[in-house]
């Protein structure tokens, strides 16, 4: 089993930034792809980005794609989130993700999920 932490979220005004962080801990020395996905009131929730093992393969949403970063520190067993240029459309729970069976963007082959942290962004 892993758990997954996110800290950072918060409210920020329309052009800011926020730094997301999702701590791991348990059964961490397996391996993960980490992501990060959101879930805006009445929406489904959607996938933000995502980073491979290794840190060297990323992918990102069109939506946030420019604007955020996905990164991870594999001795912290940390993975982070930076925001910038943010949006009133990017005001979401954010969850992190871990996926032990390969890089994807598919909600379902995440295996852990932290229990979410609020972003809201100002008009």
């Known amino acids: 089993q892993v758990q997954l932490e996110e800290s950072g979220g918060g409210l920020a005004q329309t052009g800011g930034s926020l730094r997301l962080s999702c701590a791991a801990s348990?059964?961490?020395?397996?391996?993960?792809?980490m992501a990060w996905f959101r879930q805006a009131p009445g929406k489904e929730r959607e996938f933000v980005a995502a980073?491979?093992?290794?840190?060297?393969?990323?992918t990102y949403a069109d939506s946030v794609k420019g604007r955020f970063t996905i990164s991870r520190d594999n001795v912290k067993n940390t993975h982070y989130l930076q925001m910038n240029s943010l949006k009133p459309e990017d005001t979401a729970v954010y969850y992190c993700?871990?996926?032990?069976?390969?890089?994807?963007?598919?909600?379902?082959?995440?295996?852990?999920w932290g229990q979410g942290t609020q972003v809201t962004v100002s008009s």
């Open positions: 348990g059964r961490t020395f397996t391996p993960y792809t």
């Open positions: 993700a871990a996926a032990a069976r390969g890089f994807s963007t598919r909600e379902l082959a995440y295996d852990y």
């Open positions: 980073i491979s093992v290794s840190g060297q393969i990323t």
